[in-house]
Protein backbone atom coordinates (compact mmCIF):
# COMPACT_ATOMS: atom_id res chain seq x y z
CA UNK A 1 0.00 0.00 0.00
CA UNK A 2 1.89 3.31 -0.54
CA UNK A 3 1.51 6.13 1.30
CA UNK A 4 1.50 9.91 1.07
CA UNK A 5 2.40 12.24 3.21
CA UNK A 6 2.30 16.17 3.06
CA UNK A 7 3.82 19.03 4.50
CA UNK A 8 4.19 22.44 4.52
CA UNK A 9 0.62 24.41 4.75
CA UNK A 10 -0.30 27.08 6.34
CA UNK A 11 -1.12 30.38 7.15
CA UNK A 12 0.77 33.04 4.72
CA UNK A 13 0.07 36.88 3.57
CA UNK A 14 -0.97 37.54 0.20
CA UNK A 15 2.69 37.68 -1.85
CA UNK A 16 4.78 35.53 0.47
CA UNK A 17 6.04 32.22 -0.32
CA UNK A 18 5.09 28.24 1.20
CA UNK A 19 7.06 24.82 -0.21
CA UNK A 20 4.79 22.12 -0.09
CA UNK A 21 6.25 18.27 0.43
CA UNK A 22 5.04 14.94 -0.31
CA UNK A 23 6.88 12.15 1.14
CA UNK A 24 5.83 8.98 -0.40
CA UNK A 25 6.62 5.30 1.06
CA UNK A 26 7.76 4.22 -2.29
CA UNK A 27 9.67 4.79 -5.23
CA UNK A 28 8.95 7.97 -7.52
CA UNK A 29 10.21 5.78 -10.75
CA UNK A 30 6.88 3.24 -9.50
CA UNK A 31 4.81 6.14 -10.39
CA UNK A 32 3.55 7.15 -13.68
CA UNK A 33 2.91 10.62 -12.83
CA UNK A 34 3.15 12.72 -9.41
CA UNK A 35 0.66 15.57 -8.58
CA UNK A 36 -0.65 18.29 -6.77
CA UNK A 37 -4.38 19.07 -6.58
CA UNK A 38 -6.29 21.45 -4.17
CA UNK A 39 -10.16 21.28 -3.22
CA UNK A 40 -11.57 25.29 -2.01
CA UNK A 41 -15.05 25.30 -0.11
CA UNK A 42 -17.35 24.67 -2.75
CA UNK A 43 -15.40 23.90 -5.17
CA UNK A 44 -14.16 20.26 -7.21
CA UNK A 45 -10.90 18.77 -6.46
CA UNK A 46 -8.65 20.56 -9.26
CA UNK A 47 -5.71 19.80 -10.81
CA UNK A 48 -2.41 22.21 -9.41
CA UNK A 49 0.54 20.92 -11.39
CA UNK A 50 1.89 17.48 -11.98
CA UNK A 51 5.37 15.50 -12.89
CA UNK A 52 5.97 12.83 -15.09
CA UNK A 53 8.59 9.98 -13.95
CA UNK A 54 10.73 11.80 -17.27
CA UNK A 55 10.37 14.99 -14.71
CA UNK A 56 8.07 16.98 -17.74
CA UNK A 57 5.91 18.76 -15.77
CA UNK A 58 2.61 21.04 -16.05
CA UNK A 59 0.85 23.49 -14.38
CA UNK A 60 -3.03 25.16 -14.37
CA UNK A 61 -3.19 28.14 -16.15
CA UNK A 62 -4.10 30.10 -13.44
CA UNK A 63 -0.79 29.18 -11.04
CA UNK A 64 1.62 29.33 -14.39
CA UNK A 65 4.53 31.59 -13.73
CA UNK A 66 3.85 31.26 -9.76
CA UNK A 67 4.00 27.63 -8.66
CA UNK A 68 7.15 25.09 -9.40
CA UNK A 69 6.84 21.06 -9.36
CA UNK A 70 9.67 19.11 -8.43
CA UNK A 71 10.82 16.18 -7.61
CA UNK A 72 13.54 14.43 -5.69
CA UNK A 73 13.76 10.42 -6.76
CA UNK A 74 16.66 10.13 -4.03
CA UNK A 75 14.43 11.35 -1.18
CA UNK A 76 11.33 9.96 -2.69
CA UNK A 77 9.38 13.70 -2.40
CA UNK A 78 7.60 15.96 -4.47
CA UNK A 79 7.63 19.64 -3.80
CA UNK A 80 5.36 22.24 -4.93
CA UNK A 81 7.14 26.30 -4.42
CA UNK A 82 4.34 28.58 -4.34
CA UNK A 83 5.11 32.22 -4.84
CA UNK A 84 3.11 35.62 -5.32
CA UNK A 85 0.51 33.05 -3.46
CA UNK A 86 -3.20 34.93 -3.71
CA UNK A 87 -5.88 34.63 -1.65
CA UNK A 88 -8.05 32.54 -4.22
CA UNK A 89 -4.92 29.88 -3.70
CA UNK A 90 -6.67 29.24 -0.22
CA UNK A 91 -7.30 25.92 -0.50
CA UNK A 92 -6.85 21.86 0.80
CA UNK A 93 -3.79 21.32 -1.21
CA UNK A 94 -3.57 16.84 -1.61
CA UNK A 95 -0.95 14.81 -3.25
CA UNK A 96 -1.21 12.41 -6.06
CA UNK A 97 0.57 9.56 -7.27
CA UNK A 98 -0.39 7.60 -10.69
CA UNK A 99 0.33 3.70 -11.66
CA UNK A 100 -2.79 2.30 -12.79
CA UNK A 101 -4.99 3.55 -9.83
CA UNK A 102 -4.73 6.70 -7.87
CA UNK A 103 -2.80 7.27 -4.51
CA UNK A 104 -4.04 10.20 -2.11
CA UNK A 105 -2.34 12.15 0.43
CA UNK A 106 -4.51 13.48 3.09
CA UNK A 107 -4.17 16.70 2.47
CA UNK A 108 -2.41 20.24 4.10
CA UNK A 109 -4.15 23.40 4.44
CA UNK A 110 -3.49 26.55 2.64
CA UNK A 111 -4.63 29.44 3.61
CA UNK A 112 -3.61 33.35 1.77
CA UNK A 113 -4.54 36.04 3.88
CA UNK A 114 -5.09 39.40 1.86
Known amino acids: QVQLVESGGGLVQAGGSLRLSCAAS????????MGWYRQAPGKQRELVAAITRGAMSNYADSVKGRFTISRDNAKRTIYLQMDNLKPEDTAVYYC????????WGQGTQVTVSS
Open 96 to 103: NGKTVRDY
Open 26 to 33: TSLISMNV
